[in-house]
Nanobody, 125 residues
């Protein structure tokens, strides 16, 4: 069984920074899986924020240059460093993992096998 648990969500002012963490436990090693962060706001579909598949990283346009995904293979952790936050970044953020994609990473939430419970990020103006 694989468990993902996010932490680090908080209320922050616009322009501020946060680092989200995702602890991965069970038989999954983050070194062998594609890992991703998605986010969701009420009434909207879950959207991808960033994906780390093998040696490639993908970012949705709205976070490029501000967010960075990383993983610690020793601690089996995934991180999302978020800088220059704006109110539009307010959402519940989810960590996800799935076996490596053989080609280009799939950006659809339905393609990810394992999920955390989410952590709330609120950015005030």
């Amino acid at each position: 069984q694989v468990q993902l648990e996010e932490s680090g969500g908080a209320l922050v002012q616009a322009g501020g920074s946060l680092r989200l963490s995702c602890a991965v436990s069970g038989r999954t090693r983050v070194a062998n899986y594609a890992v991703a962060w998605f986010r969701q706001t009420p009434g909207k579909e879950r959207e991808y924020v960033t994906i780390h598949n093998r040696n490639e990283r993908y970012y949705t346009d709205s976070v490029k240059g501000r967010f960075t995904i990383s993983r610690d293979v020793v601690k089996n952790m995934v991180y999302l460093q978020m800088n220059s936050l704006t109110p539009e970044d307010t959402a519940v953020y989810y960590c996800a993992a799935t076996p490596f994609f053989s080609g280009i990473a799939d950006l659809r939430a339905t393609s990810y096998r394992y999920w955390g419970q989410g952590t709330q990020v609120t950015v005030s103006s």
